[in-house]
């Protein structure tokens, strides 16, 4: 089964080479401890995507150890890497391709500060215009859901659908990610994390100061269109990759 | 003294390499400052420990300089790094494994959060999945005990034998984790640290929501079962090392 | 309308080096995440300025990619990096350029701890001496304003003239700071930061002795002083980069 | 001036590379930003001391750059080094020297955690048994003291001389540091954050155990006596550089 065409190949090979670098700005921006978190990448024009293998530290990550699977999560067998387990959020991730097909990455991790507000299962307001550009208004909570099932994938989903954040954070658990590709989704997981720890930090000594809906509004839009993005949804903001992030 | 059999004698050189090597996630994850900290991990087939030497610092460790010690917490004359003491919590690793037969590491650093609820003499309650998986419920706290005799060691024995942790919080000290082997005793200490320092962050700005217990059970038994292992206390969890952490 | 006098030229090429080198700073001292954060420098003798190019990472940063602008903020065509955008904050960094005829040097962070006062719309209040010597008092806040227009620089210049502050927190936004050249305004970035962080920490268990206004006058004056600076509002204690920073 | 027995060069050498070398701890351990922050060593057998050039970056310290003065502070002339001013704390270092002759080191520096404290002018508990290994108690509070005359100096021998502590948290300004060494004073500066900063992050949710005096003492002691050290107040814990710091 794992004879495809050209074009094929050569996209899983660019995904296997992202998805296995970009582990790295997970530990350089400290979301990651041991091997607790994980990044996958939809492989364009095929109903693949590549993920992280499970129980593999981030300093021995390569192209090829990366994980081919299907859309329902299955490893494709005969490809390099298929001999390991994916990671054990895989089910998540695939049920996010299935559903959001304008999602070409997920990130998930633990990282601390939106893990914090996940555990008492607040959404971080919207108080720092770099949230506004990123996010358009508040991080959101989805459900507590166990691993195991389709759960956690369907409380991503229900959460992010139609919403402008490509951040959630899952009750009790930590922070899952959507972007246009996986750079993208990592580069969401990495602004989360920053407006979830300075926002948390603001409020610990008052209440910070609400940026009025109408400015968040125009900070979103800004930010997509500046870039030459069509804004739609989370996934409208994604170009932002070429701006400075305010 | 010195003269082993050819498995006890490679199995002794395994483990110095191991326990020399690992010293640096202790300092990769920012569980330690200046000589803080140690590693020790179980002979496999003797009764023999291994254990970092005293106020060496963690850049000079080397297989050669590691310390070789009987189940009394002796060190075996004529064997590398003889010369040298042994780490000063030496007698509280020996007592560990004299008493825990299943313990093949231990690790004791003074990680900050860890050991600031150590200060405050109160257990990290579980309200992450993390925390939940790894530990399967409380991080527990142990006596105040005083080094110099064995109160330490019998106190991570006490609050330790017949408890899911891995990990538990010396009042007014630090943290002891245990572990199948080496390696995953500093699991046990770089996820320890990473709940409390979760916990406490998000118990800043109010309370975190609980896990109920039945999804707290059956998180660990997952992490347990997923991965192959026995579930039977606290080592049951041991072989998660090949699993994504949640 | 590249070719400029030597002497220009050559001062040019200098502050296209400084700039590109010195974002290298803002990531050491963890002032920024993914490309949020940005710095300029005039060029001596000529109506222009270079500038970070905009979504590039601070890894692929060069001499030869930063932006060279006229003082209102247009790129100058033809020029090495020309055909990238320049930061999308470059209309506020000209408006500084063009109404603060001594500043050099320009830097706009997002950094945790500065964000969280601005989030408030606090001032950092001037309890420790490090500050007084360097701010000469608190580190004020500027208005909320959006980017798009000259709000933001005007707003920085409304705070920061006639004050002895290099640093202003914008509202709901982040930190700017100026100096007598791109190293200098560095400076004021990184020593802001740790200024907002240890008072906020501080603040965190109570309230801080306030140091008496004569002795912060005493402070400031001193340490532009001995290093043989005029001092003159905020650009007077530039020189203090030869100095111990107490 | 420049002309010292072969003994007293070879000291000065020896001096030089170590007080050169020991700056690179304070930034692994983040205890600094910029240059703000200082390190000395007296010369064993004459009346010298090394200290930092002021306003040099830690990455271009040398043996060389470093600067020799005798015990009022004066630069040596025709000595390496002798062209650049010393530290501005120079002052402050040669106070302690001349007043406290079993000093061999010193070191000051802003670290975050310590000034938090230093600047509500409060004394940091004893409660984690590292902290009474390392101070033998409560880590004091010395006078608020302008840079500019002797009044820093006095402020740390007076508060420092009989006590067991060999770190002051100087009020609004930062901590000094002594030892028998500079790397001693080192170590202490790196303690004296690390006991700051746990015993910071405990109380904020809650009041630490407090550890009975009797066992303060008996832990300082040990700590001396183990490694074959006279405890003879502060700087009897000087040898505590062979332990494994508990």
Chains 1, 2, 3, 4 share one sequence.
């Not at 998930?108 to 307001?125: D, I, L, Q």
């Not at 209440?207 to 509004?217: F, G, K, R, V, Y």
């Amino acid at each position: 089964m794992s004879d495809f065409t050209p074009e094929v190949q050569e996209a899983i090979d660019r995904v296997r080479a992202d998805v296995a670098r970009l582990h790295a700005e997970l530990v350089r921006y400290n979301l990651v401890v041991w091997t607790g978190g994980n990044i996958s990448g939809r492989v364009p024009g095929a109903d693949l995507f590549v993920i992280k293998p499970s129980g593999v530290g981030y300093d021995d990550l390569t192209p090829e150890n990366q994980i081919l699977c299907d859309l329902d999560g299955n490893v494709i067998p005969g490809t390099p890497g298929s001999d390991r387990s994916p990671s054990s959020d895989t089910a998540a991730h695939a049920y996010v391709y299935r559903n959001m097909p304008d999602v070409g990455g997920v990130v998930h991790t633990h990282s601390t500060y939106a893990t914090a507000w996940a555990a008492r299962g607040e959404a971080v307001p919207c108080v720092i215009t770099g949230q506004a550009d990123e996010f358009g208004g508040e991080i959101p909570v989805g459900p507590f859901a166990i691993i195991g099932d389709d759960s956690i994938g369907r409380g991503i989903v229900a959460t992010l659908t139609g919403h402008r954040s490509r951040a959630v954070l899952m009750q009790n658990h930590g922070v899952f990610t959507i972007g246009k590709d996986a750079k993208d989704a990592v580069k969401a997981a990495v602004m989360a994390e920053d407006s979830a720890r300075t926002v948390h930090i603001s409020r610990q000594l008052g209440e910070p100061i609400p940026i009025p809906p109408e400015s968040i509004d125009r900070l979103f839009d800004r930010y997509q269109n500046v870039y030459g993005q069509t804004p739609q949804g989370a996934l409208g903001a994604s170009g932002t990759d070429e701006g400075d992030r305010q």
